[in-house]
């Protein structure tokens, strides 16, 4: 059916996009070429890949190089002429006439081959094109880009269609061996004006819907369309519209999908859905012809007009602009597309090249005339890339925006996102009046992910500039739904650092904290819940959900500020992550309403724990909840009651909080002993027999460090509370062996506190026992009146002084000080020289030494006690001499009896009767030594030349001297034993030879 639509025409601008230049011959510059001189005689001329062919009325074709140099040329058609040609794949189909032939002929020539005879393109086929037997002429003909189809119109309305050319065309198969033609069109007595196929998409346009071959027709009435390929084909033609054109009139678009008509009062355009909207150019139109995006009109004088003048315009259908329009007096003979410029020959043989402007010099015309617009559909068309395209947004936009367009500028500017710096249109919406325009270029720019944290920060100090709360909702909350495929990739629409700070600075903490808990920066969403809101309770919900990790690092970090606000609820917190695994909700749902807390102030620095806190939280750690919400966490109320169990994972060492407790002592108390109580299984109530062992994924030097700290800690503030209660607690840590508590770092707590009690335990837990005597010593000389601090010294050397001797000289002296002393302690002195006598601990000139350094003690106290010890001192000197004379008479008579055996004038007498081995009585053969010993021979052993009495009893002797030399080379254990007994090993050493020992090895030299 045809298409009757009305459709307005279109309108074409004009302008200059080509320069004329005119083309001479190679050899002679001063005319045209020369196979162009004779314009009359070219029959027809088209484009192909072996250069430009040109035809001529005399059956020959040419093929031409740049220069207008013939390079091949044959007769074609011998006795006749060439009336059409076309070139696809290097084979020449020609339609024309000969002499000998009635009607056309179609040849097929390989351009590729030489055909030896003659050096022309080798002739592939040749027949007639007659389909019935009255030939009529061929007035057109239309070959496939495949060279599939071939289709020929004639005048008489009749359209044949060859398929498969290209099968066919097989060099062993005869000349006349064409696919058989099928007449697929017939409209009588209208003439066929214009054949084209609708070539398959191509890859630059792969968006068409239809990708079958169709074959456009035109009469001089009307415009069909045939299904040549592809589903459906094979059936009659189909009526586009009853608007045809003139022979030559009709040609395909350059990318052969649109067929174009041109008629005296406009140039239409067919597609497969009929026709599209006309262009507006009237006037009498000869022929039309293509190139690349143009189409070529030419408009000759109209019948009855005087002259041959023909105008040429050159317009581009797409962007519906003529490029070009200018008049030829001589008239027209062919229009030629090739080597991308448009060649015109007129009648009398004048060439003349339009050669199109640059595109950049095309766009800088449509510049100064302030057509951006249609710049912009030029470089697309002419495929420019982005960068280009947008330049020409950014000049519109700028043009806008001069012209006080700031809505249309931002439109502009918004298309040259990505591509021009985002200062460059910033800073010209900066003004107060178009703040509405810079806050949709910035959304722009978040949307496209191209915004750093200073567009952020723009952005939403804009909104809060505006107090547009509504748009600020929705671009940090729709935006962040928006993005959720991208959150998990870690790409937001913004800087979500800069939204958080920039919310919290102008005062917008709920929003602040809703981009803190939708993309979980749980440090972020606690400070603003805590710094700025002051909601402690919901943040410490928030806590209690993160899960250990993340609660462990902010709690360190804020702990202070939730005691100070909750301290009831954040005590039990920390009490649960410090000793509770998995989830640390309680049983029950908590009020964490707005609660004040007042406790007192001043609280004791607790050493060096308070350093802990100065130390900067760790990052955050948390694992993300698999079953997390859209963007709230789990409600408290609704989670499961949990019973608290020992975590087997490594816990937080509860030293980190220490520093947070420094205003709330009670509340220390609480969560030390509950630490203690359920991590350790220690307290008070229930002391543990032994330590507890460190478990095997535990540290165990931080787990005993981790003890210490808290029972140091919790000693401290028992002694600090002052209370009878806080004071037994205290009495029981120090005399508990159990309990790991640092006995150094109790005794300076006591000794700070003054705790006597505690410091007498230590000391004996320490061993430091003189220390104790010399505390009360020092409390009686504080106080002499008093006589319980020197009972104490005397009990303290009751207990002590056994295992301790050196005490028994410290309490003497002490005890001998003062006559007040000594007439309360008289007894006890006694006592004490009675010990001394008895164990032998002090020497009777030191204890002298002691009683007479002042004038105290007198002579009659120790009267007895000297004169015991002096007698025996008498009796052991006496004893001593006795045991000097014996040794001196033995050593005399061994030095006597040397000297008889040294002496060899000194007869030796042996008057021994009886056997010194089996005590028989002495027979010959007898051995006598020299020793005073005789042997039977009999008793001996053969060759035994030693007195075997003597040998053992000088063998055991020398066993003691070896021993005694060996002991002078352990220099080590010789100095242990001086370090005890100094002056008795000294005196044992040069006894026994060891200081002055004459080696066995010397001797035997």
Not at 910 to 915: A, I
Request: aromatic content about 8%; overall charge negative.
């Amino acid at each position: 059916m045809a298409n009757t639509t009305v459709v307005a025409a279109t309108a074409l601008r004009q302008f200059a996009f080509f320069d004329v230049h005119p083309v001479k011959d190679v050899h002679d510059l001063a005319s045209s070429p020369e196979i162009f001189k004779n314009a009359s005689e070219i029959s027809t001329a088209v484009s192909s890949s072996a250069g430009l062919l040109a035809a001529d009325i005399h059956g020959s074709v040419h093929i031409l190089n740049k220069e207008f140099v013939s390079t091949t040329s044959w007769v074609a058609h011998v006795g006749g002429r060439v009336m059409h040609m076309a070139e696809r794949k290097g084979v020449l189909v020609t339609i024309g006439e000969e002499g000998a032939v009635r009607g056309s002929l179609l040849k097929i020539w390989d351009l590729g081959k030489t055909d030896k005879r003659n050096q022309a393109p080798v002739l592939l086929r040749s027949s007639k094109v007659q389909p019935s037997n009255k030939p009529h002429p061929v007035s057109c003909f239309a070959l496939s880009s495949a060279l599939s189809f071939l289709a020929i119109g004639l005048a008489d309305g009749t359209v044949l269609l060859y398929r498969h050319l290209d099968q066919s065309l097989s060099p062993t198969a005869s000349l006349t061996a064409l696919p058989k033609t099928r007449t697929i069109h017939e409209s009588s007595p209208e003439p066929i004006t214009g054949l084209g196929f609708r070539e398959l998409p191509s890859p630059t346009n792969a968006d068409a819907k239809d990708n079958n071959l169709h074959l456009f027709i035109v009469t001089t009435n009307s415009v069909y369309l045939y299904h040549v390929s592809g589903k459906g084909s094979g059936g009659s033609s189909v009526l586009l519209d009853d608007i045809g054109c003139g022979l030559g009139c009709a040609v395909m678009d350059w990318r052969a999908e649109k067929i174009v008509l041109a008629r005296d009062e406009a140039v239409y355009a067919y597609g497969l859905q009929g026709r599209e909207p006309p262009y507006d150019y009237e006037g009498y139109k000869s022929s039309i012809h293509t190139h690349l995006n143009y189409v070529i009109v030419l408009a000759a004088q109209a019948a009855g007009e005087d002259g041959d003048a023909s105008r040429v315009t050159v317009f581009d259908m797409k962007n519906k602009v003529v490029g070009y329009t200018g008049m030829f007096a001589e008239g027209i003979r062919e229009v030629i597309s090739e080597w991308g410029n448009i060649y015109i020959l007129t009648n009398n043989g004048q060439l003349t090249r339009l050669a199109e402007k640059s595109t950049f010099a095309k766009l800088s015309m449509l510049y100064a005339k302030a057509l951006y617009p249609l710049a912009l559909s030029l470089a697309q068309t002419q495929h420019l890339d982005e960068n280009y395209l947008a330049d020409i947004h950014r000049q519109h936009g700028d043009y806008l925006y001069a012209k006080g367009d700031w809505d249309g500028a931002m439109m502009c500017y918004l298309k040259t996102i990505g591509w021009v710096k985002p200062s460059y249109v910033v800073r010209k919406f900066l003004d107060a009046q178009c703040i509405h325009n810079l806050v949709t270029y910035l959304q722009e720019l978040h949307a496209l992910g191209l915004a750093n944290a200073d567009h952020t920060t723009l952005l939403l100090n804009t909104y809060t500039k505006l107090k547009d709360v509504a748009r600020l909702d929705s671009f940090i909350k729709t935006e962040s739904r928006r993005s959720g495929a991208a959150e998990s990739n870690g790409d937001l629409p913004f800087d979500l650092d800069t939204a958080i700070r920039v919310c919290r600075q102008a005062g917008y903490f709920d929003h602040a904290s809703y981009l803190a808990k939708r993309y979980k920066r749980h440090e972020e969403y606690l400070r603003v819940m805590i710094e700025d809101a002051g909601k402690y309770g919901e943040a410490l919900t928030y806590l209690r959900h993160l899960g250990a990790a993340a609660a462990e690092s902010n709690l360190a970090r804020y702990g202070r500020a939730m005691l100070d606000n909750l301290p009831e609820e954040t005590t039990q917190l920390l009490i649960d992550l410090c000793t509770v695994s998995g989830p640390l909700t309680m049983p029950e749902a908590e009020d964490l309403t707005s609660q004040q807390s007042s406790t007192p102030a001043n609280a004791p620095s607790y050493l060096s724990y308070l350093a802990l806190s100065r130390a900067p939280a760790s990052e955050d750690k948390v694992e993300e909840s698999k079953a997390d919400e859209e963007e709230e966490l789990i409600d408290p109320r609704t989670t499961q009651p949990s019973t608290p169990t020992l975590s087997k994972e490594k816990r937080p060492s509860p030293t980190l909080y220490f520093a947070h407790f420094v205003n709330h002592p009670s509340y220390f108390v609480r969560f030390l002993e509950s630490v203690a109580a359920r991590w350790w299984g220690q307290s008070l109530s229930s002391l543990p027999s032994s330590l507890p062992n460190a478990s095997s994924d535990e540290d165990e030097d931080s787990e005993k460090r981790n003890q210490a700290a808290v029972w140091n800690t919790l000693l401290e503030l028992y002694l600090d509370g002052g209370s009878p209660e806080q004071q037994d607690k205290a009495l029981k840590v120090l005399t508990s062996d159990s309990l790991p508590c640092d006995k150094t770092h109790a005794l300076i707590l006591c000794s700070s506190y003054s705790y006597t009690r505690g410091l007498v335990i230590l000391w004996e837990k320490l061993g430091m026992y003189e220390d104790v005597l010399r505390f009360w010593m020092d409390k009686h000389n504080a106080s002499p009146s008093e006589s319980s601090a020197s009972t104490e010294v005397v009990h303290a050397l009751v207990r002590y002084g056994p295992t301790h001797p050196h005490l028994y000289e410290l309490v003497l002296r002490f005890l001998t000080s003062t006559p007040e002393l000594l007439t309360r302690h008289q007894a006890d002195v006694e006592k004490i020289l009675e010990h001394i006598e008895k164990e032998r601990t002090i020497p009777p000139l030191g204890v002298v030494q002691i009683l007479s350094r002042n004038g105290v003690a007198s002579v009659g106290l120790v009267k007895d006690w000297l004169m015991g010890r002096i007698k025996e001192a008498r009796e052991e000197v006496q004893t001593d001499q006795q045991l000097i004379n014996s040794y001196r008479l033995e050593t005399n008579a061994k030095l006597k009896q040397v000297a008889e055996l040294e002496d060899p004038m000194h007869a030796k007498v042996f008057s021994v009767t009886r056997c010194s081995q089996c005590s028989g009585q002495l027979d010959l053969p007898s051995v006598h030594f020299m020793c005073n010993h005789s042997y039977h021979q009999r008793c001996l052993l053969d060759h035994e030349t030693e007195c075997p009495l003597c040998v053992r009893q000088h063998g055991v002797i020398q066993e003691i001297r070896r021993n005694n030399e060996r002991m002078a080379d352990q220099h080590e254990l010789f100095l242990v034993d001086v370090q005890d007994n100094g002056f008795k090993v000294v005196a044992s050493g040069f006894g026994k030879g060891v200081l002055n020992m004459t080696r066995l090895d010397d001797v035997a030299v």
